[in-house]
C-alpha cells in the first residue's frame, strides 16, 4: 500500500488541507505516521493515511501519542474497529506507552483530500468517485 | 482470442481457457460457457440479495449504535453484490428487473443458508463469520482463478466488504464467547446449525460428481471439496481458540479436516437441529435445497415489496 513507504513523508499531499505531516515532525512522529499508513481502512482497499483520515499526529514528552482523525461519514460502520487497529498499531512502538485518539471534524473530510495514487487505486477496485 | 468460439467444439474452448485464456464478453462465449456462468452467477446473485432480508432484523437488535452501523452497512454491501452480481447477468441477455421482481419465491438458487430464520444477535454475527467466510472462499477463488474477466475485476470491490464482514462477524462472536456463560451458549447454539449448514453449502463431494463444468470452463478455479476444506481450515482454528465446539477435527495422518458424522444428515427446519444419526443422501439434500427453506418466501417479499412503481 501505503504513501509514505514511497514517498519522502514531507511530501505527502492533501491537497489545499490544512491536515497531515507539515515537516515539522520529530522522528517519533514520522515513524508513528509510517505505521498508521500500514493500517488498512477495514472497508476500502486503501490505508487510513491515503484515505486522509489521519489529520494530526503528536507525541508529547510522556509517550503519548495525540492522533486526530476525522472519518468520511458521521456514520462510519468501521468507527470502532479503525480505534481498535491505530491503538493495537501505536501500543506496541517502542517510545510510545499510551494512545489517545480525536475525532475531529474540522476540516470536514472531503473526497478532494484524497490524492491522484488514491483516486487511481479506488478506480481499480471498482469504487466511484 | 485464437478463434472465434462458434467455430470451437466445447472441449476445444475448455482446453483454451485451462491454458489460461480469458473471456471478456457474450461474443467470445460458447453456449455451454454461457449456460455454466449463469448458473453459477445466479446463486452468487440471490445469495447476496437474499443474504439482506435474512440479516435485516437482527441488525436493528444490535447491543450498540457501532454495532448496529456495521451490521446496517453490510446489508447495504450485500444489496451492492448482488448488484453487481445481477447486472454481469444482463451481459447475459437476463433482465435485471425480472430478476429480482417477477421471479416466485422457489425459483430463487441462494444458499439454503439464507432461507432460515436468523433469530438472535447472535445467530446475526455467526453468519457474518461463518456464512460471509463461506462466501469469501467461493468468490476468493473466483476472484482468483475465473476465466470472466468482468467478474474479477467487479469482485476487487466485493471482496474487500465481505473481508470487513467477516472481522465484524468474528469480532462480536469472540465478544460474546468470552463475555459469560449465557452469552457463550447462544454462540454455541447458533454454530451447531450453522455449521454444518456451512459444511453443505460447498456441495456435492467430488467424488460424487461426475463432471464439473465450472471448473473445466475455469469459471471457478478449486473444487466443492477444496473449498470446503479452505473453509474448514480457516473457520476451525477460530472457533477452536473462542472455545465453540463443532462437529469436526483435523486428521493429522490425513493431513485434513474430517467431518465427525456421516456427512450429509437430515436437518429438522422447524427447530434448527441436525438429526447427526440419521444420514440421508446428496439427492435428498438437493431436494431439500429446491423445496426451499422456511423464511424463503418472507425474505423474498420483504425484497419484493421494496418496488416502487414511478408513474413515467
Known amino acids: ?94 517510545g510510545i506507552d499510551d494512545v489517545e485518539i480525536d475525532v475531529v471534524w474540522e476540516p470536514v473530510w472531503s473526497k478532494d483530500m484524497l490524492d491522484d495514487e488514491a483516486r487511481k487505486k479506488l478506480r481499480e477496485s471498482g469504487i466511484a468517485l | 482470442m485464437s478463434a472465434e468460439p462458434a467455430t470451437l467444439s466445447e472441449e476445444e474452448f475448455k482446453e483454451q481457457l485451462q491454458n489460461g485464456m480469458m473471456v471478456e464478453s457474450v461474443d467470445e462465449m460458447t453456449e455451454g460457457y454461457k449456460k455454466a456462468l449463469k448458473q453459477i452467477l445466479m446463486v452468487s446473485a440471490d445469495t447476496e440479495i437474499m443474504s439482506a432480508p435474512a440479516y435485516y432484523e437482527q441488525s436493528l437488535n444490535a447491543p450498540s449504535l457501532d454495532a448496529r452501523a456495521s451490521c446496517v452497512s453490510v446489508i447495504q454491501d450485500e444489496l451492492g453484490h448482488g448488484h453487481i452480481a445481477y447486472r454481469l447477468l444482463e451481459d447475459l441477455g437476463e433482465d435485471r428487473e425480472d430478476l429480482i421482481f417477477d421471479r416466485e419465491p422457489h425459483e430463487f438458487r441462494n444458499t439454503y443458508g439464507f432461507d432460515q430464520h436468523i433469530d438472535n444477535f447472535a445467530e446475526l454475527v455467526c453468519a457474518h ?24 475485476r467487479a469482485l476487487t470491490k466485493v471482496s474487500k466488504e465481505e473481508q470487513f464482514h467477516l472481522r465484524h462477524g468474528e469480532t462480536w462472536m469472540r465478544r460474546l464467547a468470552n463475555k459469560n456463560e449465557s452469552t457463550r451458549q447462544k454462540v454455541q447454539e447458533a454454530v451447531d446449525w450453522m455449521f454444518p449448514m456451512a459444511l453443505e453449502w460447498f456441495g456435492l463431494p467430488d467424488d460424487k460428481k461426475k463432471h464439473d463444468d465450472q471448473l473445466e470452463y475455469r469459471i471457478k478455479g478449486k473444487s466443492n471439496d477444496e473449498l470446503r476444506q479452505d473453509w474448514l481450515g480457516r473457520a476451525m482454528p477460530f472457533l477452536n481458540e473462542i472455545g465453540i465446539e463443532t462437529p469436526a477435527h483435523f486428521d493429522e495422518e490425513a493431513d485434513e479436516y474430517v467431518i465427525d458424522y456421516e456427512f450429509p444428515v437430515a436437518f429438522d427446519e422447524e427447530n434448527k437441529e441436525w438429526d447427526f444419526d440419521n444420514p440421508i443422501s446428496w439427492d435428498d439434500v438437493i431436494d431439500r435445497w429446491r423445496s426451499r427453506g422456511p ?3 418472507k425474505y423474498v417479499e420483504m425484497i419484493q415489496s421494496g418496488k416502487v412503481d414511478v408513474m413515467p
Open chain 2, 295 to 297: 423464511a424463503n418466501e
Open chain 1, 1 to 94: 500500500m501505503s504513501k509514505s513507504t514511497k514517498t519522502d513523508i514531507n511530501d505527502m499531499g492533501f491537497g489545499p488541507f490544512d491536515i497531515g505531516p507539515d515537516g515539522t515532525e520529530t522522528k517519533l512522529e514520522r515513524e508513528v505516521w509510517q505505521n498508521l499508513d500500514e493500517i488498512p481502512d477495514p472497508h476500502i482497499p486503501l490505508s487510513l493515511v491515503e484515505m486522509a483520515m489521519i489529520y494530526d499526529v503528536d507525541v508529547d514528552e510522556e509517550g503519548v501519542a495525540q492522533i486526530d482523525i476525522s472519518f468520511p461519514c458521521m456514520g462510519c460502520p468501521a468507527y470502532e474497529f479503525i480505534h481498535d487497529d491505530i491503538r493495537g498499531c501505536l501500543r506496541t512502538m517502542s
Open chain 2, 129 to 152: 463469520g461463518m456464512f460471509d467466510r463461506a462466501g469469501i472462499t467461493l468468490l476468493g477463488d473466483i476472484h482468483e482463478n475465473t476465466s470472466y474477466a468482468p467478474w474479477k
